[in-house]
């Protein structure tokens, strides 16, 4: 299709613009001369004024609800879908926001004129499967994990989407794949579903006691392997998609640099003594074959067999690079100096 690299005056509606990927592309859709206006899509009342947003405007909007949908999209050349549940409540609800809700916001998009629908993936959607390659490509295919929901949600939608894009002239679908985000809004969900405030207030009274600093002791921890990128990365991404800068299709993002659990012991302050990786993947393909494993917990699969990216496309046809690296970015989520 018809790409318009130099287009101006755009009207951009994000879903989910409060949460982390939000929260690292509003504010540069605020500063870009070529978008005109934004318009804000949540079912939790958002004040653009209180976080210093001239052109955005608030919609309330529940991703279930096409009619809500399509009147929040109504005159929108770009629509970022970014609102997702991670964590939470019973499967099925969960199913009809994650599945339902993007295929919803997707054809909402197509039916209001878009020209382009961004939609925020992830690296789970390659699964952890022990033949994944070390820097994956983009052309290596999306596989369902085998028991983390979200990773299999994922890998379903990158397919359904690509489906319903074959299906509808005159929009082009962006998927971008980053790995484990963080940054100084990290913390929190996309959506939130029952039972999410009290977990997320628990969660947040167990933090509170863990040190930031760890004592320079020995600290025991397998040899494993952490991509990370930064919210502000991920804007600058998304932003790119946003603008049409590259080929519509799926781009792998992440930081330069690749950490390891050893990395992660230093940054805390402690002295990390690495153990093999193999018995640590043993556990959590163990761990994972568990049944009746509640969602959170299922994210062990995830150290079964780690999926580590090549961003090489990413930095040539989407014209993206990475400026912050993976240790100051875990940093300046923790709090700490650089």
């Not at 504010?27 to 318009?39: C, G, K």
Request: charged letters at 20%.
């Amino acid at each position: 299709m018809t790409q318009h690299p130099s287009e101006a005056d755009l009207t951009v509606a994000v879903t989910g613009p409060t949460g982390t990927f939000g929260a690292g592309l509003v504010p540069l859709l605020e500063a870009d001369d070529r978008v005109r206006r934004v318009v804000g899509v949540a079912r939790s009342p958002v004040d653009p004024a209180a976080r210093g947003w001239v052109k955005t405007t608030y919609r309330q909007g529940d991703v279930r609800d096409p009619d809500a949908l399509a009147e929040a999209f109504a005159g929108a050349d770009v629509v970022v879908h970014l609102a997702f549940a991670i964590v939470g409540g019973a499967a099925a609800e969960t199913r009809a926001i994650n599945v339902d809700g993007t295929l919803n916001a997707f054809h909402a998009a197509a039916d209001a004129g878009a020209r382009r629908f961004v939609y925020a993936s992830s690296v789970a959607a390659y699964g952890f499967h022990a033949d994944n390659p070390v820097g994956i490509g983009e052309d290596w295919p999306t596989r369902p994990a085998d028991r983390l929901f979200y990773a299999q949600e994922k890998a379903e939608l990158e397919g359904l989407l690509r489906e319903a894009a074959g299906e509808r002239e005159g929009i082009d679908l962006y998927l971008l794949r980053p790995p484990i985000v963080v940054g100084p809004n990290a913390v929190g969900g996309k959506l939130r579903l029952p039972g999410w405030a009290e977990w997320a207030r628990g969660l947040g009274s167990v933090l509170q006691h863990v040190p930031k600093r760890l004592p320079p002791v020995p600290v025991p921890v397998p040899d494993l392997p952490l991509q990370l990128v930064h919210e502000g990365d991920v804007g600058r991404a998304l932003l790119q998609c946003v603008v049409a800068a590259g080929p519509p299709g799926a781009y792998n993002i992440a930081a330069d640099d690749v950490l390891t659990a050893a990395d992660v012991v230093r940054i805390l302050g402690g002295v990390p003594v690495p153990l093999p990786a193999a018995p640590a993947h043993a556990a959590a393909r163990l761990a994972a074959a568990l049944p009746g494993l509640p969602q959170p917990a299922q994210w062990v699969e995830a150290l079964a067999h780690p999926a580590l990216m090549d961003t090489t496309r990413a930095k040539a046809e989407l014209h993206w690079s990475p400026q912050v690296s993976a240790a100051d970015a875990l940093r300046e989520t923790l709090g700490l100096p650089a």
